[in-house]
Nanobody, 120 residues
Framework: QVQLVESGGGLVQAGGSLRLSCVAS????????MGWYRQAPGKQRELVAE?????????????YYADSVKGRFTISRDNAKNTVYLQMNGLKPEDTAVYYC????????WGRGTLVTVSS
């Protein structure tokens, strides 16, 4: 059984920072290419960032950032802990959303996500 547990969200003022964490577990879960996604109120879920597996290079390589977060967000991973992180700096009100992690491509299963609210 797969479990994805996101944490680290909260309320922050514009310009502030947050670090999200996602712990993945389950006997059938492949901790390969991972992504952070987000879903804002009334909008579809979108991919925010992606990182390769650590099979070739320890720590993986970020291979995708949405244009809206480039230069502000950084994805990383710790394979020993089955954990993926998203460092978010320079937060903007438009970053307000529920943030999720999942494989790339994503599983049908999604965790509960973590809510990020950025006030202006």
């Amino acid at each position: 059984q797969v479990q994805l547990v996101e944490s680290g969200g909260g309320l922050v003022q514009a310009g502030g920072s947050l670090r999200l964490s996602c712990v993945a577990s389950g006997s059938t879960f492949r901790f390969g290419v991972m992504g952070w996604y987000r879903q804002a109120p009334g909008k579809q879920r979108e991919l925010v960032a992606e990182i390769t597996s650590a099979a070739i290079i320890s720590g993986g390589i970020p291979t995708y950032y949405a244009d809206s977060v480039k230069g502000r967000f950084t994805i990383s991973r710790d394979n020993a802990k089955n954990t993926v992180y998203l460092q978010m700096n320079g937060l903007k009100p438009e970053d307000t959303a529920v943030y999720y992690c999942n494989q790339r491509p994503p599983l049908d299963y999604w965790g509960r996500g973590t809510l990020v609210t950025v006030s202006s």
